[in-house]
């Protein structure tokens, strides 16, 4: 083993995470799908190179697999976020609407780009599912 140099990276050698974006979560599951959580560092305004909406390229983090399904899930990794966002509440809020401030959100994942987008402040959190290679005719 003194002769061999055992390390191992699964994001691309040319490709760097962007310098707001941290991952907060990176575990694999049982059955073998992937718990990812990314975060977005900065909140608007606070910086005005790293407070701007930015993509992360999950092809490049996961180079050497062929992501089959991405899931977008809550937070807390429990519940769909398109079944969430059906549940949400409609809040009335008083005050005239010029008062309102927009939110940005990341968009939806391309199934073909496999991009994921995140705005100041923001967490997602994604199931993703990997092909099964069968080896050697099993």
Not at 87 to 115: C, I, N, Q
Request: avoid cysteine.
């Amino acid at each position: 083993m003194n002769s061999h140099v055992s390390t191992f990276s699964g994001i691309d050698s040319f490709y760097n995470l962007p310098s707001n974006i941290a991952i907060i979560t990176l575990q694999e599951l049982e059955n073998g799908q992937v718990l990812l959580r990314l975060a977005h560092l900065y909140e608007t305004g606070e910086d005005k190179d790293y407070s701007v909406l930015t993509s992360v390229e999950l092809k490049k983090l996961f180079p050497n697999k062929k992501i089959s399904k991405v899931t977008e899930m809550n937070l807390s990794a429990n519940q769909e976020r398109a079944t969430m966002e059906k549940k949400r509440l409609a809040w009335k809020v008083e005050g005239s609407a010029e008062e309102e401030t927009k939110v940005v959100r990341g968009g939806p994942v391309d199934p073909a780009t496999l991009v994921v987008e995140l705005a100041p402040m923001e967490i997602r959190t994604f199931f993703i599912d990997f092909d099964r290679i069968k080896m050697f005719g099993s």
